[in-house]
């Protein structure tokens, strides 16, 4: 099972490049043309190869004048060590912007794994 595949239903999941090309997602195993499950979605945004997100939560606090509130709140674990907010377009939902909030060269931030809010918009970031 590749890139989020069913397990269950023995599908792998396959991106096909365009006019053959293989992108970051693609199986180079299986021959051009191969199409992805008819079930499948393309995803809607991707942070590039080789990066650990452990750890997402959406925002739904008023905090910050509620200008955060939809967004999603992402941490990277390993070489990346940071914190990034994906902002979302509130009437459509598409990613329009990607910002690094805290990394490790800023703080104490350390090998990330988990993020939580409590119910006043705080934000706790767990690392291990």
Same mark, same amino acid.
């Given at each position: $099972? =590749?890139?989020?595949?069913? @397990?269950?239903?023995?599908?792998?999941? $396959? !991106? @096909?490049? !365009?006019?053959?090309?293989?992108?970051?997602?693609?199986?180079?195993? =299986?021959?051009? @043309?191969?199409?992805?499950?008819?079930? =499948?979605?393309? @995803?809607? =945004? #991707?942070? +590039?190869?080789?990066?650990?997100?452990? +750890? !997402? !939560?959406?925002?739904? #606090?008023?905090?910050?004048?509620? %200008?955060?509130? +939809?967004?999603?709140?992402?941490?990277?674990?390993?070489?990346?060590?940071? $914190? %990034? %907010?994906?902002?979302?377009?509130?009437? #459509?939902?598409?990613i329009v912007g990607d910002q690094v909030l805290a990394k490790a060269e800023i703080g104490t931030l350390g090998n990330p794994l988990c993020i939580a809010q409590d119910r006043l918009g705080r934000i706790a970031v767990f690392c291990l």
């Amino acid at each position: $099972v =590749y890139f989020a595949g069913n @397990p269950t239903s023995g599908v792998d999941v $396959v !991106i @096909p490049g !365009i006019d053959g090309t293989t992108s970051v997602m693609d199986v180079t195993k =299986y021959p051009v @043309p191969t199409l992805p499950d008819p079930n =499948y979605q393309n @995803p809607v =945004y #991707s942070f +590039g190869v080789s990066k650990s997100s452990n +750890g !997402i !939560i959406a925002y739904d #606090s008023q905090a910050f004048c509620g %200008r955060m509130q +939809g967004d999603l709140l992402v941490v990277f674990f390993s070489q990346q060590d940071q $914190v %990034r %907010r994906i902002e979302r377009d509130p009437t #459509s939902g598409e990613i329009v912007g990607d910002q690094v909030l805290a990394k490790a060269e800023i703080g104490t931030l350390g090998n990330p794994l988990c993020i939580a809010q409590d119910r006043l918009g705080r934000i706790a970031v767990f690392c291990l």
